[in-house]
């Protein structure tokens, strides 16, 4: 069982800057892909950002970006913190939404376990 935890939401003016936190628990993080999907009222929840499973000192992995964020937010991980952040800039009030972590523990492409959201509000 993969425990997942959001922080980092909240309320930002339009073209600023926020970042958000992951912190999941298992021994085994750094083999997990993860990544950061979104969701607003009546929509379905959509893929924000992902990144690989990757070795401290050595496989660095790779990033993939929704065409809606590339160039303006960043996703990242510590594997000795168990944490994965998505780093957002240039914000836009269609960014507004409910971000939530997902967990892929065995990198197949499947998340299996989410977190319980944090909400990130765009103000213009």
């Known amino acids: 069982q993969v425990q997942l935890v959001e922080s980092g939401g909240g309320l930002v003016q339009v073209g600023g800057s926020l970042r958000l936190s992951c912190a999941a628990s298992g021994r085994t993080f750094s083999s997990y892909g993860m990544a950061w999907f979104r969701q607003t009222p009546g929509k379905e929840r959509e893929f924000v950002a992902a990144?690989?499973?990757?070795?401290?000192?050595?496989?660095?992995?790779?990033?993939t970006y929704a065409d809606s964020v590339k160039g303006r937010f960043t996703i990242s991980r510590d594997n000795a913190k168990n944490t994965v952040y998505l780093h957002m800039s240039s914000l836009k009030p269609e960014d507004t939404a409910v971000y939530y972590c997902?967990?892929?523990?065995?990198?197949?492409?499947?998340?299996?376990?989410w977190g319980q959201g944090t909400q990130v509000t765009v103000s213009s």
């Open positions: 997902a967990a892929d523990p065995h990198s197949d492409g499947s998340y299996d376990y």
């Open positions: 990144i690989s499973w990757s070795v401290t000192g050595g496989y660095v992995g790779y990033t």
